[in-house]
């Protein structure tokens, strides 16, 4: 079964940072591309940033130099790190797995909220 578990969200002051993590089970995590996304109400789930097997990072526009995704294949686990947070990127940020730029499966987490307030 195919699951994926966010953590690391919080309340967080303008400039801040935070780490998130994403806990992926159930299939072959080595061998899938790997997605942050983010939602805020009212909105669809909007691409953050993504990671091939191998490493090459993809971030959207508005986080480029300010946020940075990683994995860890031997435990399965992504990370993002957010620095330099603005109020802008409020949102709740899931996980997922794609495979030739479609989700490979039809499972979301529930995600981690993120507010960035002062």
């Known amino acids: 079964q195919v699951q994926f578990v966010e953590s690391g969200g919080g309340l967080v002051q303008p400039g801040g940072s935070l780490r998130l993590s994403c806990a992926a089970s159930?299939?072959?995590?080595?061998?899938?591309?790997m997605r942050w996304y983010r939602r805020t109400p009212g909105k669809e789930r909007e691409l953050v940033a993504g990671i091939s097997p191998g490493g090459g990072p993809i971030y959207v526009d508005s986080v480029k130099g300010r946020f940075t995704i990683s994995r860890d294949n031997a435990k399965n686990t992504l990370h993002l790190q957010m620095n330099s947070l603005k109020p802008e990127d409020t949102a709740v940020y899931y996980c997922?797995?794609?495979?030739?730029?479609?989700?490979?499966?039809?499972?979301w987490g529930q995600g981690t909220q993120v507010i960035v307030s002062s």
């Open positions: 159930g299939f072959t995590f080595s061998t899938y591309t």
């Open positions: 997922t797995a794609t495979r030739l730029g479609k989700r490979a499966f039809d499972t």
